[in-house]
Nanobody
Framework: QVQLVESGGGLVQAGGSLRLSCAAS????????MGWFRQAPGKEREFVAG????????RYADSVKGRFTVSMDTAKTTVYLQMISLKPEDTAVYYC??????????????????WGQGTLVTVST
């Protein structure tokens, strides 16, 4: 089992940047696909980005394509979500999640048994 801890959230002005981190404890990500999800106030949690266990394949929600980049360190112990050109509508609690790499659809939250506690990102106008 892997424990996930997100960090890097905070308050940023529209147009600014943040980098979120998701660190693994207990074991590395070397046997998991990783996903980033977010939940805005009053809304359901939604898919943001995913990265394969190899790190070679990524997928993004249409709303963040070209602005967000998901990556993994070479030791496969930390996954990052680099966010640029942030918009007020990006305000949400951001969660990282891990799943075994047997599925193709990163978007399906049910596939992810392991979740972090979330980190809040607030984008002001």
């Amino acid at each position: 089992q892997v424990q996930l801890v997100e960090s890097g959230g905070g308050l940023v002005q529209a147009g600014g940047s943040l980098r979120l981190s998701c660190a693994a404890s207990g074991r590395s990500f070397s046997t998991y696909d990783m996903g980033w999800f977010r939940q805005a106030p009053g809304k359901e949690r939604e898919f943001v980005a995913g990265i394969s266990v190899s790190g070679r394949s990524t997928r993004y929600a249409d709303s963040v394509k070209g602005r967000f980049t998901v990556s993994m360190d070479t030791a496969k112990t930390t996954v990052y979500l680099q966010m640029i050109s942030l918009k007020p509508e990006d305000t949400a609690v951001y969660y990282c999640a891990a799943r075994i790499p047997i599925y193709s659809d990163y978007e399906n939250q049910i596939r992810y048994p392991y979740w972090g506690q979330g980190t809040l990102v607030t984008v002001s106008t």
